[in-house]
């Protein structure tokens, strides 16, 4: 059965060369909101895009960048997620964070946790 909750998206773009203490940005933001219990997060890699800078990087052969952007997706409850923004004010040194109000839909599945 499904349970629907309003919850809060939280939404991190950075670019995939960043780093924090010799490792990639993305990867400790994953691990802080999993420490923080946070309900799941998801990385994808972008194919093409630009910041800050306005210089585009690409995956396109003849122009290969290795720092192209990085999404980190969170949904949680907004009180969680709000309490999890300090910890990017302390690693996230350039990108951008995005907050929306979304309704999460759960499809909790059973306690075997397989899929019907």
Known sequence: MRRETPALRLTVIVGESDQWRHRPLYHEIVHRAHT?????????????????????????????????????????????????????????????VVLDPVLA??????DAGEAR
């Open 105 to 110: 839909i759960r499809y909790p599945g059973d």
């Open 36 to 96: 923080a219990g946070l309900a799941g997060a998801t990385v994808t890699r972008g194919i093409e895009g630009y910041g800050a800078h306005s210089r585009i990087h690409t995956t396109r052969i003849l122009s290969l960048s290795e720092d192209l952007p990085v999404v980190i997706v969170i949904v949680d409850d907004e009180e969680k997620i709000r309490a999890f923004l300090p910890e990017l004010d302390e690693i996230v040194g350039e990108g951008l």
